[in-house]
């Protein structure tokens, strides 16, 4: 295993899903809190277990009975670690309903219990990211609470995204698509919930900023995923892309911190290509 293999290793260790859940639910937690400090031992020891403790004990028992490694890269042994952190998500927001602590954490779980729920019937056919779908879900939760600032978290998606497909856990395809799945369907989710069942949530980012940073941090990536699928390692075609799309950006979104999360994922896709050199596919389409 080479430095930037192991750095590849490195970083899907820090961002397997429940070990990511610690730091990003603890923002999360502290951000909802602000208003009364009582809330938050409740609101981390909640997510802390659900989202974390519970779903990382399946994954190490899981992976050991099947003899898989601790991502559990077999497709088919993925269905029941899934299962169960489908019923952890959905106990987790039953009990933090009854608890009555604050809607947009019980909501949260839901959502998370249910985008669990479809990455296993996908996971049934097609090994879509885990690891980059655990990204983007709280990642999108922060960008409705913080905005720009959370969505500074974004820019770790095409870190991640060279990680697994260095590591050959995912195809390109594999690894874009889960963060692009969660990122949205994460928004959808919460602002349906919220029209839904009324909930008194407030001081969030309008649905319409939030999608603009979504789109932000998802676009280069697509576009590198796609000219790697079609194989056009043409560099002027991308950068005529990319300048499209900030034009896009700037007249489109009414926020400018939309276009600098799109210039900031652009710059880190491009130096994450430049560091992976040539066994990394985007490397051949910058250059």
């Excluded at 959905?90 to 009854?98: K, T």
């Excluded at 075609?237 to 300048?243: A, P, S």
């Excluded at 700037?250 to 560091?275: D, H, K, R």
Aim: net charge positive.
């Amino acid at each position: 295993m080479n430095s930037r293999q192991k750095n590849a290793h490195t970083v899907s260790v820090f961002t397997n899903p429940p070990i990511l859940c610690i730091p990003l639910f603890l923002i999360i937690s502290l951000t909802l809190s602000l208003n009364d400090l009582w809330k938050f031992p409740i609101l981390e020891l909640i997510s802390l277990i659900f989202a974390s403790v519970l779903p990382m004990a399946i994954i190490l028992y899981w992976a050991k009975k099947t003899g898989d490694d601790s991502d559990i890269s077999t497709r088919e042994n993925r269905f029941t670690p899934l299962v169960v952190g489908t019923i952890s998500y959905l106990i987790g927001f039953v009990f933090s309903l009854i608890l009555n602590v604050d809607s947009f954490l019980s909501f949260l779980l839901l959502c998370y219990a249910t985008n669990t729920f479809i990455v296993m019937l996908i996971t049934t056919k097609w090994k879509i990211s885990i690891h980059t779908t655990g990204l983007s879900g709280p990642v999108c939760a922060l960008i409705m609470l913080l905005g720009p600032v959370g969505a500074l978290f974004g820019l770790i998606y095409p870190v991640l995204i060279w990680s697994r497909v260095t590591l050959k856990k995912h195809t390109m395809a594999q690894a874009i698509s889960g963060g692009v799945f969660g990122f949205v369907f994460t928004a959808l989710d919460m602002y349906l919930f919220i029209f839904l069942f009324n909930l008194n949530i407030t001081n969030i980012i309008p649905i319409f900023d939030v999608f603009g940073y979504i789109m932000a941090i998802i676009a280069t990536p697509i576009v590198l995923g796609i000219l790697t699928y079609l194989n056009k390692k043409n560099m002027l075609l991308f950068y005529l892309i990319e300048i499209i799309l900030f034009c896009f950006f700037a007249a489109v979104m009414s926020s400018l911190e939309i276009v600098i999360i799109f210039l900031l994922t652009t710059v880190v896709s491009i130096l994450i290509s430049n560091y992976a050199g040539k066994s990394f596919e985007w490397y051949g389409i910058i250059k």
